[in-house]
């Protein structure tokens, strides 16, 4: 490969805007089709009112669960273009918004039935639930909706191992898939209407294909392709390990340096849990190597991996690379395991640039792949600074990253590195007014 151009997929600027422009039209149509089905003598009922308020929120709650798992199936284009940290905020942002407006759509029901049939909400509620089973679907539906939510909120995923926030979240697809079934069942607007019920029924085929295509045929047809195994496993940094792997076509991934793949080991407790590791340096063919530090279950058993071991990858994926420059200044300020994707990004920055690259860690030997990063800024001319002691030793502030780079306002930040560390850097870039369209941020967490 050496000589030739290495692919790239460029990311496009407005894939995220007009993401964004689709939700927002697809949420205005869905309450607006809810609501063309309703004349205006059934507004002057409370009942009335209340059931259009609940096929209303109902629609515009199933509409937004079906973005938020489009968020979450990594669509190439999406991901490339958006950035895994920023739909990241996008979906947290989202979340609570389908549980509250369904919510609201059971409660509305409900209540607009008990008015119309003089009996109690709880009476009405107890009664769907036990003598329509379509309404007990839908009603597991949004527990399971529910038990996602609990566990996205931050205090209660730290708690929890990433497979056990992994397999609760897959129950959202479940979640899906019951609750477009109860619409199609029960929903007025579907019920006599057979042309809006097919056009309802494949646009959710059409959404379930897309996912299938994304999370499932593609990347196992690209992983027959590659037939990746391990190749040797090599400590780096006590309890840091470089798997390197070799395949096929390794040559032809349109992979820049920052990205990440996630990864699934053939190996007894690892095949069933995929998990997101940045590459720590550029493909060379037939090789692709990947650094990680034993934290969890499974990435304390890859120091484990047998040479031969199948591996299986998704991806690439992440806007952490060089396309998101702005500014012909660089400084790549890393910690910890965060400074492989640094030391990836560092290999593919144009030629011409000569970063300045900030590490820190507890001792010398923390430094991941040390010999390589400083032999990479020494071929290009760089600074590198190594940091080594407790923050609170050897803080990072503003003064101190102002000192390390003076230039640092004109300069594109790219930060790596466990979430207290990128937040105090965060926190020192913005204090130092440093416009945030040049920080770019890499967050190791679920």
């Known amino acids: 490969m050496k000589g030739q151009p290495r692919p790239r997929k460029i990311p496009k600027a407005w894939v995220g805007d007009a993401f964004l422009l689709v939700t927002a039209i697809m949420v205005v149509a869905a309450v607006g089709f809810s609501l063309s089905q309703d004349s205006l003598s059934s507004l002057r009922s409370p009942s009335g009112i209340l059931d259009v308020v609940g096929r209303a929120s109902g629609m515009a709650g199933t509409v937004?669960?079906?973005?938020?798992?489009m968020m979450a199936i990594r669509l190439p284009v999406l991901e490339r273009s958006v950035g895994q940290d920023?739909?990241?905020?996008?979906?947290?942002?989202?979340?609570?918004w389908p549980i509250v407006l369904i919510a609201v759509h059971i409660g509305a029901i409900t209540w607009g039935y008990a008015t119309a049939s003089h009996s109690g909400v709880i009476h009405q509620f107890l009664t769907f639930v036990f003598h329509a089973p379509d309404i007990f679907m839908a009603t597991v539906a949004f527990l399971l909706l529910v038990m996602a939510g609990v566990t996205s909120y931050r205090q209660v995923r730290r708690k929890m191992k990433y497979e056990t926030w992994w397999a609760v979240h897959l129950y959202l697809y479940l979640a899906l898939g019951l609750a477009v079934a109860h619409q199609i069942r029960t929903g007025i607007m579907f019920m006599y209407s057979p042309t809006t019920q097919k056009v309802w029924v494949e646009l959710w085929i059409a959404v379930a294909l897309v996912a299938l295509s994304s999370r499932v045929l593609?990347?196992?047809?690209?992983?027959?392709?590659?037939?990746?195994?391990?190749?040797?496993?090599?400590?780096?940094?006590?309890?840091?390990f470089a798997i390197t792997v070799k395949g096929r076509r390794v040559g032809k991934l349109a992979v820049d340096g920052g990205q990440f793949f996630q990864w699934r080991f053939a190996s007894p407790g690892l095949l069933w849990h995929s998990h997101p590791y940045s590459i720590s340096a550029m493909p060379r063919p037939p090789y692709l190597r990947v650094t990680i530090k034993a934290l969890g279950d499974q990435s304390t058993a890859v120091r484990h991996l047998a040479p031969g071991t199948r591996v299986f990858v998704e991806g690439p994926y992440g806007s952490f690379t060089r396309h998101a420059l702005q500014s012909r200044d660089v400084t790549l300020i890393g910690a910890g395991v965060g400074i492989t994707p640094l030391r990836a990004l560092l290999e593919d920055l144009p030629v011409k640039v000569?970063?300045?690259?900030?590490?820190?860690?507890r001792t010398l030997e923390d430094l991941v792949h040390h010999d390589e990063i400083a032999a990479l800024v020494a071929r290009r001319?760089?600074?590198l600074h190594e940091l080594i002691g407790t923050r609170h030793q050897v803080p990072l502030n503003a003064p101190r990253l102002h000192q390390l780079v003076p230039q640092l306002g004109n300069s594109d930040v790219y930060v790596c590195g466990p979430s207290e560390f990128s937040a105090s850097v965060l926190r020192a870039l913005d204090s130092l007014r440093v416009p945030a369209g040049q920080i770019h941020c890499e967050e190791f967490s679920f």
């Open 218 to 240: 593609l990347p196992l047809g690209r992983n027959v392709i590659l037939g990746l195994r391990v190749a040797s496993v090599k400590e780096v940094a006590p309890d840091v």
């Open 64 to 69: 937004l669960m079906v973005v938020m798992v």
């Open 354 to 361: 000569k970063p300045t690259v900030i590490v820190r860690a």
């Open 381 to 383: 001319g760089g600074v």
């Open 86 to 96: 920023r739909l990241i905020r996008w979906h947290r942002t989202l979340g609570g």
